[in-house]
């Protein structure tokens, strides 16, 4: 990764990805999801599904791979599949579309996506969305993801400190417009 585009990627920008094996250049098809164990701050790996005669999806680990903009890249064995061909019912995308709620009551938003350092496999933060008229005006905002003990169904219950540390994730048009001002 360069300094430029910096070292944080969304999990949504990884979805589709092509996958290639770096010993022999084929592709090994695209990723499909990513994968946890448990509730690890770490990416463990990635579901990657051949769209060809079988439709099968092989998991790779994320230690075998190397994250880049436009694929990745797998290497070691790929001659079989590392994990189950069904996808965790407790991995990342179970966190998506949460309401996240301080634990007084007051709602803060929705998790839209989750934000992950793709040199290490460290998992971020999780974005939260308002709503698409104030994602449109203030931007989203990034919440740090650390384990969480409150989720309960489709609501995820945070304390007050961790609430102070949501941050401005993009900017949005009116920290746009304020920019241009200075």
């Given at each position: 990764?360069?300094?430029?585009r910096?070292?944080?990627?969304?999990?949504?920008?990884?979805?589709?990805?092509?996958?290639?094996?770096?010993?022999?250049?084929?592709?090994?098809?695209?990723?499909k999801?990513?994968?946890?164990?448990?509730?690890?701050?770490?990416?463990?790996?990635?579901?990657?599904t051949?769209?060809?005669?079988?439709?099968?999806?092989?998991?790779?680990?994320?230690?075998?791979?190397?994250?880049?903009?436009?694929?990745?890249?797998?290497?070691?064995?790929?001659?079989?599949?590392?994990?189950?061909?069904?996808?965790?019912?407790?991995?990342?995308?179970?966190?998506?579309?949460?309401?996240?709620?301080?634990?007084?009551?007051?709602?803060?938003?929705?998790?839209?996506?989750?934000?992950?350092?793709?040199l290490?496999?460290?998992?971020?933060g999780?974005?939260?969305?308002?709503?698409?008229?104030?994602?449109?005006?203030?931007?989203?905002?990034?919440?740090?993801y650390?384990?969480?003990?409150?989720?309960?169904?489709?609501?995820?219950?945070?304390?007050?400190?961790?609430?102070?540390?949501?941050?401005?994730?993009?900017?949005?048009?009116?920290?746009?417009?304020f920019?241009?001002?200075?």
């Open positions: 990764m360069d300094g430029k910096g070292s944080k990627i969304k999990r949504e920008s990884i979805l589709g990805l092509p996958v290639i094996d770096g010993r022999t250049g084929k592709k090994l098809g695209v990723v999801d990513l994968y946890t164990i448990g509730q690890s701050s770490h990416l463990k790996g990635f579901y990657v051949n769209k060809g005669w079988g439709n099968k999806t092989i998991g790779i680990p994320f230690d075998d791979a190397t994250v880049g903009y436009d694929a990745i890249i797998a290497e070691g064995e790929m001659s079989a599949p590392h994990l189950p061909r069904q996808l965790p019912s407790d991995g990342l995308d179970k966190l998506l579309n949460k309401k996240v709620v301080r634990e007084d009551g007051v709602e803060l938003g929705l998790i839209s996506d989750v934000i992950l350092d793709p290490s496999g460290r998992i971020e999780l974005e939260l969305s308002g709503s698409v008229i104030g994602d449109l005006i203030s931007g989203r905002r990034i919440m740090p650390e384990p969480f003990e409150h989720l309960d169904g489709d609501i995820l219950v945070i304390t007050m400190e961790q609430a102070e540390s949501i941050a401005p994730g993009n900017r949005g048009i009116k920290n746009i417009f920019n241009k001002l200075e």
